[in-house]
Nanobody
Framework: VQLQASGGGLVQPGGSLRLSCRVSGGLSLDYYAFGWFRQAPGKEREWVSC??????????YLADSVKDRFTISRDDGETTGYLQMDRLKTEDTAIYYC???????????????WGQGTQVTVSS
């Protein structure tokens, strides 16, 4: 199983980015919770967002720090997940990691599978 994150880059404050995470190796997001973590320089890894599998009703969750600015989703083919990030702030600068797990969404970092990370830099 592999998770491949992409879509990071440099953006000005107030701008938008859309991160993608393609899953392969037989994993379907129809049966796995999918989410995102981030880690800023010198800080601990932080949970950002998660969406439960469709079999677990697909509820999605967002950290308070990104609520009303970020949106998590996945495609109908269940092989790619996304994180739409709007009204970005300098404090959103971090490496973003996508994750997947057979269980339910949670903010702890003990997910089954991790992607390699994509850098997001918010700066003027």
């Amino acid at each position: 199983v592999q998770l491949q994150a992409s879509g990071g880059g440099l953006v000005q404050p107030g701008g938008s980015l859309r991160l993608s995470c393609r899953v392969s190796g037989g994993l379907s997001l129809d049966y796995y919770a999918f989410g995102w973590f981030r880690q800023a320089p010198g800080k601990e890894r932080e949970w950002v967002s998660c969406i439960n599998s469709r079999k677990n009703f697909g509820h999605n969750y967002l950290a308070d720090s990104v609520k009303d600015r970020f949106t998590i989703s996945r495609d109908d083919g269940e092989t790619t997940g996304y994180l739409q990030m709007d009204r970005l702030k300098t404090e959103d600068t971090a490496i973003y990691y996508c994750v997947a797990d057979k269980g339910l969404c949670r903010s702890s970092n003990n997910y089954d599978y991790w992607g390699q990370g994509t850098q997001v830099t918010v700066s003027s």
